[in-house]
Nanobody, 125 residues
Framework: QVQLVESGGGLVQAGGSLRLSCVAS????????IGWFRQAPGKEREFVAG????????YYADSVKGRFTISRDNAKNWVYLQMNSLKPEDTAVYYC????WGTGVAAPGGSWGYWGQGTQVTVSS
C-alpha cells in the first residue's frame, strides 16, 4: 500500500521561502517518478514540479520556474520542494504525488496515481 505524507507547509510573507517534504512508503521509491501538485480555493489541481527516478529529468510549471526546486533522496524515500520568492498566488494546498505505472515520466501528463493528504501553504502580501 503506497503512502505519501507531506510536511513543511505554513504561513509565510511574500518573498519568503518554505521547503516542503514528502516521505513515501509501500514500494521501491527509486523505481518511480514523483512530483508536486497544488490546488488553490476554487481552482483545479495543477502540476507544479516532477522528477524522474534519478533526477535526470525534471519538469516545472511555468509559474514556478526559477523559484521552486524539486529534489529527491532515494536512500531515504524523500522528495522535497524548495520554494523561494513566494507570491500570494502560490497560496494553495500542496500535494505530493507518485506515478502509478512505473513509466518514469515526470511530466504533467504522467500516470500520477498516488496522492498524499496535502499541506497548506499560505503566502501573505
Amino acid at each position: 500500500q503506497v503512502q505519501l505524507v507531506e510536511s513543511g507547509g505554513g504561513l509565510v510573507q511574500a518573498g519568503g521561502s518554505l521547503r516542503l517534504s514528502c516521505v513515501a512508503s509501500g514500494r521501491i521509491f527509486s523505481n518511480y517518478a514523483i512530483g508536486w501538485f497544488r490546488q488553490a480555493p476554487g481552482k483545479e489541481r495543477e502540476f507544479v514540479a516532477g522528477i524522474n527516478w534519478n533526477g535526470g529529468s525534471i519538469y516545472y510549471a511555468d509559474s514556478v520556474k526559477g523559484r521552486f526546486t524539486i529534489s529527491r533522496d532515494n536512500a531515504k524515500n524523500w522528495v522535497y520542494l524548495q520554494m523561494n520568492s513566494l507570491k500570494p498566488e502560490d497560496t494553495a494546498v500542496y500535494y505530493c504525488a507518485q506515478e502509478k505505472w512505473g513509466t518514469g515520466v515526470a511530466a504533467p501528463g504522467g500516470s500520477w496515481g498516488y496522492w498524499g493528504q496535502g499541506t497548506q501553504v499560505t503566502v501573505s502580501s
